[in-house]
């Protein structure tokens, strides 16, 4: 493990310098803890019906942005867009501070490249669950962005600088939510919500590759769980995501809710995305129960 883990490193082939980074730097994790002690401080603030649809509009619309957008655009480009609004795309999902569109998109490139190998940054199976949840963000080998993952959209000039200030969008939107709502609105709806936000998110890194259930022969831990799609807009069907990844939609079946879905498919009739990308019929199809179905006489 620790030879692969060095090749790794002095190669370049995947996120960092894995080698000397499977520890937490906790120096460089200060930004990252001071969000959840930020997220803590709203207990100090009122909590009502208003704040509550604040919080709850402030993590859905942005899970959204983050699914929809980071993953479902930049990471696999299942769908088509315009370059403006793949601008604003990139915008909305930064808003979730999980830094830029490009460094998002490049890492879990490489997560499906080698999932739940040992060079997976974050594979519950070969390095537990907190490592899968927050250890790999806290780590030396989340810092860099891995331009050699992501040279398609590294050629538009404007998504390198969102990527290399990716702190503008969220501070933009947190400074909104101050102006409008006030100090319960910031810590409320932008730490606290942001908090959850992350969380939410790190889940379809971890839970997803630990439980639920496995319809399709991914080669890897991946499951799908109802639960985890009603929390991440969909993401939650991991499974399938993981067998064919070229797809808008998630949830391949009517009943396996798919929350970013709908909303590409509204932002379809509008014309600000086209081109979503579904699933075949014959890979919908192969199943492992259907394979283990015996022939057809
Ligand atoms: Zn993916
Ligand atoms: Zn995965």
């Not at 620790?2 to 960092?16: L, M, R, Y």
Request: glycine residues 6%.
């Amino acid at each position: 493990m620790q030879v692969a883990a060095q090749q790794i490193g002095q190669t370049q082939t995947g996120p960092t310098t894995e080698a000397t980074s499977r520890q937490i730097d906790w120096v460089g994790s200060i930004p990252f803890i001071l969000m959840h002690i930020a997220a803590l401080c709203a207990f100090f603030w009122e909590f009502n019906s208003q704040i509550f649809w604040l919080v709850f509009a402030s993590y859905y619309v942005r899970m959204i942005a983050v699914t929809a957008g980071y993953h479902r655009y930049f990471s696999h480009r299942t769908y088509k867009t315009s370059r403006v609004m793949q601008f604003i795309i990139a915008f909305m999902a930064q808003t979730s501070a999980q830094k830029g569109a490009l460094w998002w998109a490049a890492n879990h490139r490489h997560h499906h490249k080698h999932s739940d190998k040992e060079e997976d940054l974050h594979s519950p199976e070969k390095h537990g669950f907190w490592w899968a949840q927050v250890g790999w963000i806290m780590s030396p080998c989340s810092v860099p962005t891995q331009w050699k993952w992501i040279q398609d959209f590294a050629k538009y000039p404007e998504l390198v600088w969102l990527n290399k200030y990716h702190l503008v969008p969220p501070t933009i939107y947190a400074v909104a939510l101050w102006l409008i709502f006030g100090w319960a609105g910031l810590f409320w709806g932008f730490f606290f919500s942001t908090m959850l936000l992350f969380h939410g998110t790190f889940v379809i890194n971890s839970l997803t590759h630990m439980f639920g259930r496995i319809r399709y022969r991914s080669g890897d831990g991946s499951r799908n769980s109802f639960l985890l799609a009603l929390i991440t807009c969909g993401e939650g069907w991991h499974n399938n995501h993981h067998y064919y990844q070229a797809t808008a939609n998630q949830g391949w079946f009517w009943w396996e809710i798919d929350l970013s879905y709908y909303t590409l498919k509204v932002a379809s009739w509008l014309g600000l995305v086209w081109d979503l990308r579904k699933p075949p019929a014959h890979i919908k199809a192969k199943t492992i129960a259907a394979e283990s179905k015996p022939a057809a006489a």
